[in-house]
Protein backbone atom coordinates (compact mmCIF):
# COMPACT_ATOMS: atom_id res chain seq x y z
CA UNK A 1 0.00 0.00 0.00
CA UNK A 2 1.39 3.30 -1.01
CA UNK A 3 0.37 6.58 0.35
CA UNK A 4 0.79 10.14 -0.94
CA UNK A 5 0.32 13.64 0.48
CA UNK A 6 1.67 16.71 -0.39
CA UNK A 7 2.99 19.54 1.83
CA UNK A 8 2.02 23.14 2.00
CA UNK A 9 4.29 25.31 -0.72
CA UNK A 10 4.79 29.21 -0.80
CA UNK A 11 1.87 31.35 -2.54
CA UNK A 12 2.86 34.40 -4.70
CA UNK A 13 6.20 34.25 -6.56
CA UNK A 14 7.95 31.85 -4.28
CA UNK A 15 9.85 28.83 -5.28
CA UNK A 16 7.06 26.88 -5.46
CA UNK A 17 4.60 29.16 -6.69
CA UNK A 18 4.16 26.81 -10.03
CA UNK A 19 4.25 23.55 -8.36
CA UNK A 20 2.95 20.77 -10.91
CA UNK A 21 2.40 17.68 -10.12
CA UNK A 22 2.08 14.86 -12.97
CA UNK A 23 1.16 11.12 -13.13
CA UNK A 24 4.61 9.88 -14.84
CA UNK A 25 7.02 7.00 -15.72
CA UNK A 26 10.47 7.66 -14.21
CA UNK A 27 13.64 6.47 -14.82
CA UNK A 28 16.27 5.81 -13.18
CA UNK A 29 20.33 5.98 -13.89
CA UNK A 30 22.68 3.12 -13.04
CA UNK A 31 23.39 4.44 -9.82
CA UNK A 32 19.45 3.76 -9.11
CA UNK A 33 18.67 7.82 -8.96
CA UNK A 34 15.23 9.36 -10.54
CA UNK A 35 16.99 11.32 -13.84
CA UNK A 36 14.32 11.56 -16.08
CA UNK A 37 10.30 11.19 -16.55
CA UNK A 38 7.46 11.23 -19.38
CA UNK A 39 4.68 12.39 -18.07
CA UNK A 40 0.89 11.30 -18.78
CA UNK A 41 0.57 14.49 -20.72
CA UNK A 42 3.49 13.07 -23.42
CA UNK A 43 6.07 16.27 -21.70
CA UNK A 44 9.58 14.73 -21.52
CA UNK A 45 11.53 15.68 -18.11
CA UNK A 46 15.53 16.27 -17.29
CA UNK A 47 15.47 16.66 -13.42
CA UNK A 48 17.64 19.59 -12.40
CA UNK A 49 19.02 17.34 -9.33
CA UNK A 50 19.06 13.56 -8.78
CA UNK A 51 16.10 12.20 -6.81
CA UNK A 52 16.24 8.95 -4.71
CA UNK A 53 13.62 8.55 -2.88
CA UNK A 54 13.78 5.24 -0.28
CA UNK A 55 11.41 2.82 -1.90
CA UNK A 56 13.70 3.24 -5.44
CA UNK A 57 16.02 0.36 -5.29
CA UNK A 58 16.68 -0.68 -8.99
CA UNK A 59 18.74 0.84 -11.36
CA UNK A 60 18.13 1.49 -14.96
CA UNK A 61 14.90 1.03 -14.32
CA UNK A 62 11.22 2.89 -14.82
CA UNK A 63 8.59 3.33 -11.57
CA UNK A 64 5.62 4.60 -12.27
CA UNK A 65 4.76 7.95 -9.84
CA UNK A 66 3.01 11.06 -8.91
CA UNK A 67 6.08 13.88 -9.94
CA UNK A 68 5.51 17.07 -8.07
CA UNK A 69 7.90 19.70 -9.42
CA UNK A 70 8.52 23.34 -10.99
CA UNK A 71 9.82 23.82 -14.45
CA UNK A 72 13.01 25.37 -14.79
CA UNK A 73 12.59 27.56 -18.36
CA UNK A 74 16.22 28.69 -18.21
CA UNK A 75 17.77 25.12 -17.93
CA UNK A 76 14.55 23.49 -19.50
CA UNK A 77 14.82 20.80 -16.42
CA UNK A 78 12.31 19.89 -13.65
CA UNK A 79 13.26 21.11 -10.06
CA UNK A 80 11.33 18.06 -8.29
CA UNK A 81 10.09 18.75 -5.06
CA UNK A 82 9.04 15.21 -4.27
CA UNK A 83 8.42 11.69 -6.02
CA UNK A 84 5.37 9.82 -4.28
CA UNK A 85 5.19 5.66 -5.66
CA UNK A 86 2.28 4.82 -7.75
CA UNK A 87 0.54 1.01 -7.53
CA UNK A 88 0.60 -0.41 -10.74
CA UNK A 89 -1.08 -4.10 -9.66
CA UNK A 90 -0.96 -6.69 -12.35
CA UNK A 91 -4.48 -7.80 -13.46
CA UNK A 92 -5.18 -11.11 -12.69
CA UNK A 93 -8.67 -13.19 -13.91
CA UNK A 94 -11.01 -13.83 -11.00
CA UNK A 95 -12.10 -17.35 -9.20
CA UNK A 96 -8.33 -17.59 -8.04
CA UNK A 97 -9.40 -20.45 -5.64
CA UNK A 98 -5.81 -20.02 -3.54
CA UNK A 99 -6.52 -16.26 -3.09
CA UNK A 100 -10.66 -15.69 -2.56
CA UNK A 101 -11.35 -13.04 -4.53
CA UNK A 102 -12.37 -9.72 -1.67
CA UNK A 103 -13.68 -6.70 -2.22
CA UNK A 104 -13.86 -4.75 1.80
CA UNK A 105 -14.92 -1.01 0.94
CA UNK A 106 -12.48 2.19 0.04
CA UNK A 107 -13.59 5.54 -0.70
CA UNK A 108 -13.58 6.62 -4.97
CA UNK A 109 -12.29 9.92 -5.57
CA UNK A 110 -11.67 9.51 -9.25
CA UNK A 111 -10.90 8.00 -12.27
CA UNK A 112 -9.55 8.33 -15.59
CA UNK A 113 -7.83 7.41 -19.02
CA UNK A 114 -4.38 9.18 -19.09
CA UNK A 115 -3.66 11.37 -21.88
CA UNK A 116 -1.63 8.73 -23.71
CA UNK A 117 -4.20 5.84 -23.34
CA UNK A 118 -1.31 4.11 -21.22
CA UNK A 119 -2.83 3.94 -18.03
CA UNK A 120 -6.22 4.03 -16.41
CA UNK A 121 -5.67 5.71 -12.89
CA UNK A 122 -7.36 5.81 -9.98
CA UNK A 123 -7.33 8.04 -6.55
CA UNK A 124 -8.65 5.92 -3.93
CA UNK A 125 -9.20 6.56 -0.20
CA UNK A 126 -8.07 3.77 2.12
CA UNK A 127 -9.68 3.66 5.95
CA UNK A 128 -7.06 2.86 8.09
CA UNK A 129 -5.22 2.80 11.25
CA UNK A 130 -2.99 1.46 14.27
CA UNK A 131 -3.45 -1.74 15.80
CA UNK A 132 -1.22 -2.08 18.79
CA UNK A 133 0.69 0.10 17.70
CA UNK A 134 1.86 -0.75 14.41
CA UNK A 135 0.30 0.06 10.83
CA UNK A 136 -2.13 -2.83 9.41
CA UNK A 137 -0.66 -3.89 5.79
CA UNK A 138 -4.01 -3.54 3.25
CA UNK A 139 -3.81 -5.55 0.23
CA UNK A 140 -4.89 -3.81 -3.41
CA UNK A 141 -5.25 -5.28 -7.17
CA UNK A 142 -7.22 -5.84 -9.94
CA UNK A 143 -9.52 -8.57 -11.28
CA UNK A 144 -10.74 -9.37 -14.48
CA UNK A 145 -14.38 -10.70 -14.39
CA UNK A 146 -15.06 -11.42 -17.88
CA UNK A 147 -14.26 -10.65 -21.30
CA UNK A 148 -16.74 -10.34 -24.04
CA UNK A 149 -16.80 -9.54 -27.90
CA UNK A 150 -19.76 -8.45 -29.43
CA UNK A 151 -20.90 -8.73 -33.25
CA UNK A 152 -18.69 -6.13 -34.39
CA UNK A 153 -15.42 -7.54 -33.13
CA UNK A 154 -15.38 -4.77 -30.36
CA UNK A 155 -14.31 -6.08 -26.71
CA UNK A 156 -15.70 -5.34 -23.55
CA UNK A 157 -13.46 -5.80 -20.67
CA UNK A 158 -15.01 -5.87 -16.87
CA UNK A 159 -12.48 -5.75 -14.18
CA UNK A 160 -13.03 -5.36 -9.85
CA UNK A 161 -11.05 -3.68 -7.55
CA UNK A 162 -9.90 -6.36 -4.87
CA UNK A 163 -9.30 -4.73 -1.78
CA UNK A 164 -8.24 -6.79 1.40
CA UNK A 165 -8.61 -4.58 4.48
CA UNK A 166 -6.77 -7.41 6.62
CA UNK A 167 -9.23 -6.35 9.45
CA UNK A 168 -7.45 -2.75 9.60
CA UNK A 169 -9.03 -0.30 12.20
CA UNK A 170 -10.62 2.66 10.41
CA UNK A 171 -10.27 5.13 12.28
CA UNK A 172 -8.35 7.87 9.72
CA UNK A 173 -8.31 7.95 5.53
CA UNK A 174 -5.42 7.35 3.60
CA UNK A 175 -5.08 8.69 0.19
CA UNK A 176 -3.67 6.03 -2.23
CA UNK A 177 -3.36 6.47 -6.21
CA UNK A 178 -3.45 3.37 -8.75
CA UNK A 179 -2.54 2.83 -12.13
CA UNK A 180 -3.72 -0.06 -13.78
CA UNK A 181 -1.45 -0.37 -17.01
CA UNK A 182 -3.55 -1.71 -20.03
CA UNK A 183 -0.38 -3.25 -21.68
CA UNK A 184 -0.54 -6.20 -18.68
CA UNK A 185 -4.48 -6.47 -19.46
CA UNK A 186 -5.52 -10.31 -20.76
CA UNK A 187 -6.26 -9.31 -23.90
CA UNK A 188 -4.68 -6.76 -26.29
CA UNK A 189 -7.47 -3.82 -26.53
CA UNK A 190 -7.62 -1.46 -29.49
CA UNK A 191 -9.42 1.30 -30.42
CA UNK A 192 -13.23 1.27 -29.82
CA UNK A 193 -12.92 -1.43 -27.19
CA UNK A 194 -14.17 -0.56 -23.21
CA UNK A 195 -13.49 -1.16 -20.04
CA UNK A 196 -15.77 -1.23 -17.13
CA UNK A 197 -14.45 -1.02 -13.42
CA UNK A 198 -16.37 -1.80 -10.39
CA UNK A 199 -15.58 -0.77 -6.97
CA UNK A 200 -17.27 -1.27 -3.58
CA UNK A 201 -17.44 1.34 -1.68
CA UNK A 202 -18.67 2.98 1.20
CA UNK A 203 -21.57 4.46 -0.23
CA UNK A 204 -22.28 1.30 -2.96
CA UNK A 205 -21.20 -0.32 -5.80
CA UNK A 206 -19.38 2.54 -7.99
CA UNK A 207 -19.22 1.35 -11.79
CA UNK A 208 -17.55 3.32 -14.65
CA UNK A 209 -16.73 2.61 -18.27
CA UNK A 210 -13.74 3.74 -20.09
CA UNK A 211 -13.31 3.83 -23.74
CA UNK A 212 -10.17 2.64 -25.46
CA UNK A 213 -9.08 5.47 -27.78
CA UNK A 214 -5.24 4.34 -28.35
CA UNK A 215 -3.10 1.37 -28.61
CA UNK A 216 0.77 0.42 -28.44
Not at 38 to 50: A, H, I, P, V
Not at 64 to 81: F, G, I, M, Q
Amino acid sequence: MAACTSEDYESGDGRWSYLRADFADVYTNGEAYMVSAMTDEGDSLLFRQRVKPSWVTTADSCYRSLVYYNYNKVEEKADVRSVSPVLVPSVRMKNNDKDPFKDDPVKVVGGWMSSNGRYLNLDLELMTGRNDGEVVTQKLGIECDTIATDETGRQHVALSLYHDRNDSPEYYSSEVFVSIALRRMPVALKPGDDITLSINTYDGLWQRSFPIEYSE
